[in-house]
């Protein structure tokens, strides 16, 4: 039997399938251990972001390397357990050289499809297209843990957008609006640093989850020099603007899917010298602080995530996307079963 990867590929809004594809024969190939279910991969489903079709989900990724090919960074061998930043960058355009970000041929891990290879975490292995950036993790490390690594590496990146650095000012005060998986990274993240930092979220279950890992929750009346937007939401954006003091900073994170327009006073930013700072593309620098901000923050992670999912025992891959009640979901892939799972259909014992 020809070797084979089984995968989930996503056909389009509400649409996902498995599906089998070759087995790459060369190049590099990560077995995955688990993959987690972003926010953004529950857009796409929903059909409020556009990703090409048929492609393969799936950006929060860890795995074993099994075959090694051109890395950027960390020197990982063969049989690491690794996390992989989903974006690669060309190196070599003008934005690229200029260190603007935004490079015109980044290719990002499910999120882009090149044909029909593996480049998404939705699946029993990927391809280590050559320019990734892999980062060595301890086997030690829960995978509840490090698998808000990638969310932590996004909040960090939109601070080092806003400051020039991957941390909020010294001593400033930060809130975070909205308490889903970034808003809780981004709350580990300032805890992490030592920064003052207030949750506000209305909702009461994610207000009581908040409050019982450790964080002050606000129903929003509070005045702060730094936001965290992180709802995602137009009313989340201009109700942040309205709890920054004087030359305070909101920092955009939650708002990729587009859900419409809302009415902010430009008076007021002028008058207190407000600065608004989008983030969107995450840095690979940034990796290694959110996976340290992770793996030490008096945070209880782990007791967050609500779903792990075994890929061999889902009936439909809709199901990933039903459970009204998730906070975090994660799918888990069998440990290392690279030689075992070869060749092996799913189901199959
Ligand atoms: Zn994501
Ligand atoms: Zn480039």
Known sequence: MAESVSIIEYLGSGQLRFAERPLPQNG????????GICTTDRHIVAGRIPVPAPSILGHELIGTVERLVDLRGDHVRVGDRVLVAPGINCGTCFRCTGARGG???RIVYGLDAIGDRLTGGFATHMELLPGSRVFQLSTDLAADRAIFTELAACVASGLYKAFGSPSPPQCSDVAVIGFGPIGLAAATLVCWYGNPVVVVERDTARADLARRLGFEVSAGDVTVDVVLECAGTPAAFAAGLELLGHAGTLVELGNAADL???????SRICLTDLRIVGSAETRDEDFPLALRAVTEAPVDLPSTISHVHRFDDLADPNELFDPPDVFKARIDFEPKGAEASHGKQRGEA
């Open 260 to 266: 419409g327009h809302v009415s902010v006073s430009p």
């Open 103 to 105: 490079c015109p041929n």
């Open 28 to 35: 590099g190939l990560l077995a995955l251990e688990t993959t």
